[in-house]
């Protein structure tokens, strides 16, 4: 009876449609707001004083009166900056050697036992190393950051271009193609899914990598604004500069999904 049915659906004119990943935008929506409530029920009936656990008022006046003064944009903007010189550094040095790795297997053998031992170290362990050594301004931050970006994009690289089909290598090959022409249509457009995905990774890690860097030493950014409520026990401060930090990243990982969405189109049209 059940096989019946379906065949019955299938060779049905209307067929019912398939659902919509759209379709369920309010969700996220509704549990941020279910949250907020919880937040503020507990709260208000709770015991917690409010240097311990401020309640979403408190935080959104707060949040206002850093808005007022400025300062709110203006350490927002230093660890923004800083994050994006990180992703972009770290980034274009992670595709250089994920591509020469994934090529060559002499530069495997030779770098892999080192990049496999910076990642046994914690970004936390060496960022006061490279405070010391490069000071307390922006180009340890952008550093930091292009550390914590550098691993995740380069490994995405070389999986990528290790995945392209040896058929079609072959195939190009016959065809004379050079060098270049077989990195630009055929490398690039099958490594990219891969890349992107690393990509999306990095874009999160970056803001860790800036926020780690300023709480180590710094005088500006989001990272010290946390330093400055945590000492003065404005918590509601905290929370001002962690929900930015979230924005941040959310902002970064939407910006890599629309470039996603973009440079992968032609798998939508070929599918």
């Not at 049905?12 to 759209?22: A, G, T």
């Not at 009936?45 to 656990?53: C, D, E, N, Q, V």
């Amino acid at each position: 009876m059940e096989l019946n049915l379906i065949r019955k659906m299938q060779n049905s004119p209307n067929p019912p449609k398939p659902l919509n990943r759209h379709s369920y935008w309010w969700v996220m929506p509704l549990v941020s707001l279910l949250a907020l409530l919880a937040w503020d029920l507990f709260t208000r009936y709770g015991s917690l004083p409010a240097f311990i656990l401020p309640s979403p008022r408190l935080v959104f006046e707060r949040f206002l009166r850093a808005l007022t003064d400025g300062s709110l944009a203006r350490h927002t903007t230093v660890t923004l900056l800083e994050v994006v010189l990180g992703l972009l550094s770290g980034t274009t040095l992670a595709v250089a050697f994920g591509y020469l790795i994934a090529k060559s297997r002499l530069f495997e053998r030779i770098l892999s036992p080192f990049l496999v031992a910076s990642q046994a170290v914690p970004i936390v362990a060496i960022a006061p190393l490279l405070v010391i050594w490069f000071g307390a301004g922006m180009f340890s931050k952008v550093l930091i950051c292009a550390l914590i970006v550098f691993f995740p994009v380069l490994v995405n690289t070389i999986v990528g271009i290790r995945a392209v089909p040896r058929s079609l290598n072959e195939l190009m090959r016959s065809l004379h193609a050079s060098r270049w022409q077989m990195l630009r249509l055929l490398e690039i457009p099958s490594a990219l899914p891969v890349f992107l995905g690393g990509l999306r990774i990095g874009a999160t890690l970056s803001v860790i990598g800036a926020v780690v860097g300023e709480f180590v030493g710094a005088d500006r950014g989001l990272g010290f604004l946390i330093n400055v409520g945590r000492g003065q026990y404005d918590t509601a401060l905290v929370f001002v500069a962690i929900f930015t930090l979230i924005a941040l990243a959310l902002s970064l990982y939407g910006l890599v999904l629309l470039l996603e969405k973009r440079l992968l189109a032609w798998q939508e049209t070929h599918s």
